[in-house]
């Protein structure tokens, strides 16, 4: 390792004993610029000094006065942009709990690392680090204001990938799901989780939905014409559906298009609690009513997923990724995948396992017998442009690898 000097480090631990340990550690690893706190307050102090934030904190989670967790929540509220580490003395499964709290901030999780910390998984962590280039990480996560995206909107700067959706019992590709991207002038790439929310937040949804809806109904088009015949799905916000004349502009979108509703499939997230939901639900069945196929997405983390259930005659329910990756090996996930998917049957509805990444994955999908999946072990969401060639190779490596055998 070199250069690590400049690399700036906080260690927050009540135990000076650890503070000596881990920092001793580190400096053997070549990191010099490190600073020990044995409390959130004083670390706290040392975040806001104007010297700034440092690229990387280890955190001990057990504090006497602030403990880790608290000490995460005003990390979020000083917009931390480096990564953390988190260290404990308590068992996995309380690791694990803290570890998804920091990833849903957005805050980069290196590991964590159980006390007593050994050198070799300190080094193995530190080992797959990139640090940034100082000040590149801040600007990059900084939010997107409203009047950079309405621009990019105007200026047809958001571009549609398309990720497949294949049969789970023969690997057909039944069809693919509309991913907007943001093709930055700067920036490069922008996900959409950088921007869908500033888009819902400052009233920009409706216009940024019908330029995806548009342009993934004229690239369905162009699809069909060339003999792909392909259910498109496209993502509605909740936001979308606060306006009544919604259901009208989908169907004369599809009509324009030349599109039958029933291949047309609208996928629904809830994203947070709807105070009133008579007008959603007039619009999803009006929708319904014309043949669109209703998806409820990510389903089991929102807040009223199964309401939702009750209240909408959904076609597709989308068991959300984070109980379907690795379900085959934890018995918590299974239950819920595996209850998920029972429910689903139940109610007659087609199911869709998200985020598939490995052939374990598959494998566990086809013995549990579930419809339809997505997932980077089939494909990452592409440019229209690819998809065709894409299939090919897919149905050559059903073949070869034997995955419908
Ligand atoms: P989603 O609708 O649940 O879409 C699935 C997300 O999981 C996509 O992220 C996709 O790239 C990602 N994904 C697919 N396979 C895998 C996998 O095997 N592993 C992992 N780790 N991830 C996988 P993406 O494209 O970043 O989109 C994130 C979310 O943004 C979407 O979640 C959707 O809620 C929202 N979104 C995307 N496009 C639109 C849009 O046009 N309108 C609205 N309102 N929301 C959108
Ligand atoms: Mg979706
Ligand atoms: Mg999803």
Known sequence: MTNNFAVRIMLLDDEPLMLKLIGRLLENLGFTAVSPYSSGAAALVALDAPSGQPELILLDLNMPEMDGIEFVRHLVQRNYAGSLVLISGEDERMLQAASKLVQAHKIELLGHLQKPVSPEALTALLAQWRPPAPGRSRAARAAYGADTLRAAIANGELVNYYQPKVAVADGRVVGVETLVRWRHPTDGLVFPDQFIGVAEAHGLIDDLTRVVLHDALAQARDWCDAGLALRIAINVSMDNLAALDFADH????????????????????????????????????RLRLKRFRLSIDDFGTGHSSLAQLRDIPFDELKIDRSFVHGAHGDPTLRAIFDS????????????????????????????AGCDLTQGYFIARPMPAADLAGWIETWEARLRVEALVL
């Open 340 to 367: 998920n998917l029972h429910l689903a049957r139940e109610l007659g509805i087609e199911v869709v396992a998200e985020g598939i990444e490995d052939l374990a994955d598959w494998e566990f999908l086809r013995r």
């Open 250 to 285: 989908v169907a004369a979108a599809a009509a324009a298009a030349g599109i039958a509703p029933v291949e047309i499939v609208l996928e629904v997230t809830e994203s947070r609690l709807m105070a009133d939901l008579r007008v959603p639900l007039e619009i999803l069945t």
